[in-house]
């Protein structure tokens, strides 16, 4: 009987004390990971837009502007983002979306709390005098409900729950709302991706984001294409900022 459950729990990766990332070492973190793939799981220092996210060949240089925010930015006026997408972090994010990998939910939420954190940090060191953006609520993208069904969770929802949690802030599970099924980005040009995610979020009570400083919340976010129709859609709802954060940046 223990051994069924031992053998459950391990295929799970929830074996006591292991790595819940490799399911091979012995746990070493606060987050349940061993020494190697904490490592593997540093987050980027800096070298992307402080706007879009978009990532600069040095990982070092601080955020700045990028040459497009400055000619044609998105709606949203900053991003958060943990790490670029590759390597560790982007097989955990596999391998909890499409393989039902929930014992990897908790070490993403807990990145997802240090993205922000470790934004909310940079932008405090870059401008000591300005003040934060500060938020109001967390809105998380939502699936398309044919697509909910498929994956049976929203994982961006998932995601959210602990930094809404923590921050105190209302998560708006219903904030935004998908009015149509999109193809997958994957594979179209940065344009096409605008074209298909043109109008597919709609804020279905606008109330809830009338005069709000909104934080979306993503687990990927590629070009900013879908991010920026889920901000629109925020701001037609009368939300008076909204910015991103996601765990990674492709
Ligand atoms: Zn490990
Ligand atoms: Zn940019």
Redesign the pocket.
Known sequence: MLQAVRAIASQLGIAPGRCRLCLQHQAATSLGLCAGCAQTLAPRPGGY?S??G?LFEREDDPPR??G??RLQPPPFSGVFLYAAYEGALQEAIIQYKYHGRHAVERVLQGLLLQAYAGGCARTTQAAASATLPGHDCVVPLPLHPARLRERGFNQSLELARPLAAMHRLPLLAQGLARSRRTAPQAGFSRAERRENVRDAFVAPRPALLAGRRVLLVDDVMTTGATAGAAALACLQAGAVRVDCCVLARA
């Open positions: 837009c706007r879009c978009e502007l990028c497009t925010c």
